[in-house]
């Protein structure tokens, strides 16, 4: 099961990090994203990454977003500095803790960035 939490209402400029705990079987993570999907528009990658890789971000948070991991609390987290309006989405955490199983999936979490 992942839960997610950190969302919530920001001004522009501001900053916010979003959590994403695993329990149950999903352990041993090998690797992790964050997805979201804006008011109206297709679900869309953030970050990426693999464990012990290098991360991948969508054009449009490079320098503003960064996905990381508590391997001890078996969390992953997407750390979000200067957000914009634009950045407004529902955001999905997934994990995988195997390729050939399909990855786990959160719940959503609700992000509006106010102008």
């Known amino acids: 099961q992942l839960v997610e939490s950190g969302g919530g209402l920001v001004q522009a400029g501001g900053s916010l990090r979003l959590s994403c705990a695993a329990s149950g079987s999903i352990v041993n993570i090998i690797a992790m994203g964050w997805q979201r999907q804006p008011p109206g528009k297709q679900r869309e990658l953030v970050a990426a990454?693999?464990?012990?890789?290098?991360?991948n971000y969508a054009d449009s948070v490079k320098g503003r977003f960064t996905i990381s991991r508590d391997n001890a609390k078996n969390t992953v987290y997407l750390q979000m500095h200067s957000l914009k309006p634009e950045d407004t989405a529902v955001y999905f955490c997934?994990?995988?803790?195997?390729?050939?199983?399909?990855?786990?999936w959160g719940q959503g979490t609700q992000v509006t960035v106010s102008s």
């Open positions: 997934n994990v995988r803790r195997s390729w050939s199983e399909d990855p786990f």
């Open positions: 990454a693999t464990s012990g890789g290098s991360a």
